[in-house]
């Protein structure tokens, strides 16, 4: 690999791993619904001008159902289960859970019919990374192993996310990412969207009663 292809893998890490650790210390100050809005709303002021600017917005638009879906698999359960689970898990913890996202996108993608999706090489790669993830975190992630419901909630976080890709790349082919997401992210903050992010946070309390 290249110096910039290194450069280029340790920016992706920092870049994976700095939200898990600036949302565990949020949790100990904010609520859910604070944090997950602050991090929708930023995502918005980015993203949306910069698809205006790309003229990618219209094109968009004509996908707005599956957008509206994505943006609740994508932002509103994940974000949410991820934001609750964090009281409890270490930030280590969570990234290595969410690091089970390729797992789940490559079941997807078999699923739905990508030959491609299981090869030998993609399966070593994502098993690799997974084992290295291990050792980074290992350790840590002994002492959270009794935290079942939050553990289990952010597996199902991953999976969401996984769907999501999924289901928005085969129906919303060669669409701006940036204007799908930036799409998403001010549909979340409409009321439908925040009526769905109440029930979630209530139902997860419900489980820690």
Aim: include cysteine.
């Amino acid at each position: 690999m290249s110096r910039k292809g290194w450069a280029l893998f340790a920016l992706v890490g920092v870049l994976w791993g700095v939200p898990y650790m600036f949302m565990k210390i949020a949790v100990a100050e904010l609520a859910t619904p604070v944090i997950v809005f602050s991090r929708l709303l930023i995502g918005a002021l980015v993203l949306i001008p910069l698809a205006v600017h790309q003229k990618t917005i219209k094109d968009a638009l004509k996908y707005w159902p599956y957008i509206a879906s994505y943006a609740v698999l994508e932002m509103v359960i994940p974000w949410t289960l991820i934001t609750n689970a964090q009281k409890d898990l270490s930030s280590g913890v969570v990234a290595l859970l969410v690091a089970t996202v390729p797992i789940w996108a490559t079941l997807f993608a078999h699923h739905t019919g990508d030959s491609t999706a299981a090869h030998r090489t993609r399966i070593f790669g994502i098993t690799l990374g997974l084992i290295g993830i291990t050792f980074l975190v290992g350790i840590e992630s002994l002492n959270d192993v009794g935290n079942i419901r939050s553990l289990i909630q952010v597996l199902v976080a991953s999976v969401s996310y996984a769907y999501a890709v999924n289901m928005i790349t085969r129906k919303a082919p060669g669409i701006s990412g940036i204007a799908i997401n930036g799409l998403a992210m001010s549909d979340r903050k409409s009321t439908r969207l925040n009526s769905s992010h109440r029930c979630i946070s209530y139902a997860v309390f419900c489980l820690k009663k």
